[in-house]
DNA sequence: TTGAAAGCGTTACCAC
DNA sequence: GTGGTAACGCTTTCAA
């Protein structure tokens, strides 16, 4: 591999000027610009980012994390960051935190060692304390997080909303909704919103925790249907657990959505398969990894952010598992 | 952030038997050992992979490219990398090809200026010459590549030949199998696999191809079901396929199994979710990319190889596409 | 056993 | 406009 002072011998100039050349710093005389870039031309040099990185303290990584890649919300929003991470020259490396507290501070130690530009976190934790130590740009995704960084998140308040309003707006006189494990800031939004509509009209509501997993989630609806046999209409706060309350009501040898209607949330690929399909408030997912990328890149570069938060709205999306007309 | 050299005063030795003592490399007295030791504790030293990096010219990060992790099959391989790399210290980049040949050489070029320690390729661009200058170490997972580099993969044409008796067995007397692109070499050997069992039974085969997406293989297998109403079993080389194959049969009202049955390959989760659930070949997906990042390891810290190549058997799973009782 | 110093490939300051 | 050179933080060779 060529480096900078093969190109400054062949072009006959310093290292210095070679240097300045690359990054646009300071002057350079049109001759020795002509000679640089015959030389590079030539020699088929590449700068090393990392001689670059010891020198700036800074390379051309960012750092993602997330709980984990296998959960199907995940694989799109990697691949929104990862294009616009390309898109600008950068690079992206994948961490899978578990939501776990300590591999999580690894990462974070692995990533600020490696210099890394920025990181785009989806965390439940809110480590002030780990995170303010640390001035290297970063923004929160989809979780919004307490502490006062920039964030990217979907509306859950009025997504939760949507989804209620067309449950009730399609029939459904007592609703059960099956909100998300209680650290998920997110979750708690979802419910939220589910409660502020509930409260204007006269009708039965339930509410009950599920981790977003759908074979969990099918034991406790099942469960919680067999003892509740009113209800008519489910808002899953994760399109997981809605596709566990269709396997569970399947089983309870009910309909959906004659005898149930659900709507769920997220809008992962897999609603669309199951069957009935799932009805739900998807997030623009790509957007949302888009948008963080972006505005992480923004603070990289040292632009200044128009807004510290982006919130983006959903949209209901009507397919099989809410009924066609109003009863 | 401390330094070597911060280590080095503080434990009143110099850099260079500091560095030999964090690298076990040479030799470092019973005394020295201990300052150190207490110097790094006190100072809370971590070494910088970047400085580490420019030196040893070799970083701890790999790079793993894959055609695009919003396909089901690849979040689960990614996450076995990962994991496997994480336990050994390894970081990894992610890297979506798009299956583009342009892409998949600038990744190259990107990860090797980064001096990664080593690559995980699923490509289907068979790119000696490319590969060969570079001689970091590679290997190559899911798709084997014609050159010569270690590889891991699922026994192809077993699992083929697995599901094709299994749809004989289970009585199907006229087969359509769907392979995927032609470019990729899996799909070929499944395809030859089906052959090898067809050839043994006196019955109607058919033979179509179709991108592994189920939206156009939805349509593309529609078409040729309606064309030929004998086909009573179909044999997908991929599950997204297969679920394609499953809504095809569903518009055309004819019903899974009874009309039709089917078996996919792959072993996704989305198999398990449409009703009713794909019968599969399922590949041992975690074990695939855990092997492939303990190989790639492996050569990186120099260890010899036991094989250089790995083949692991899928397993048929028997769910609802498939009848319970041979006709 | 240990330390001095060169080298890895850049950047950036300062002098010319 | 340009070049010399220290500095980034580490490894490694060589001599002591």
């Not at 994390?65 to 994948?94: C, H, M, Q, W």
């Not at 209620?164 to 979750?187: H, M, N, W, Y």
């Not at 999306?317 to 007309?325: G, Q």
């Amino acid at each position: 591999m060529p480096t900078i002072s093969d190109v400054a011998k062949l072009a006959k100039v310093s290292v210095a000027t070679v240097s300045r050349f690359l990054n646009d710093s300071g002057y350079v005389g049109k001759k020795s610009r002509e000679a640089i870039k015959k030389a590079i031309q030539e020699l088929d040099y590449v700068p090393s980012e990392v001689a670059r990185s010891l020198s700036t303290k800074q390379s051309d990584i960012i750092g993602l994390i997330i709980p984990d890649i296998k959960n199907p919300f995940f694989p799109e929003l990697a691949r929104a960051v990862e294009d616009t991470a390309f898109e600008y020259g950068y690079t992206v490396i994948l961490c899978n935190s578990d939501e776990n507290e300590l591999k999580e501070k690894h990462y974070f130690q692995t990533l600020t060692n490696k210099y890394v530009a920025g990181i785009i976190l989806t965390s439940i934790f809110d480590q002030g304390t780990n995170f303010k130590k640390l001035k290297i740009p970063m923004v929160a995704l989809d979780r919004p997080l307490e502490i006062n960084i920039p964030t990217v998140t979907t509306n859950n308040i009025e997504g939760a909303k949507l989804a209620t309003q067309f449950l009730i707006d399609k029939g459904a006189t007592s609703l059960l909704c099956v909100g998300g494990p209680k650290e998920i800031r997110s979750s708690k939004l979802r419910v939220e919103g589910f409660q502020e509509i509930i409260k204007e009209y006269p009708i039965d509501s339930h509410i009950i925790e599920s981790p977003y997993d759908f074979e969990t989630a099918e034991t406790i609806i099942f469960d919680y249907l067999k003892h509740n046999p009113t209800i008519d209409g489910i808002f899953a706060c994760s399109d997981a657990s809605a596709i566990g309350a269709l396997k569970a009501i399947h089983k309870l040898n009910l309909s959906v959505p004659e005898d149930i209607q659900i709507v769920g949330f997220d809008g992962i690929q897999m609603g669309k398969v199951v069957s009935p399909s799932l009805t739900t408030v998807a997030q623009n997912i790509y957007q949302l990894g888009q948008a963080a990328a972006k505005m992480l890149i923004h603070q990289i570069e040292g632009k200044p952010l128009e807004n510290t938060s982006v919130c983006i709205n959903p949209k209901l999306i009507e397919r099989e598992t809410t009924r066609k007309e109003r009863t």
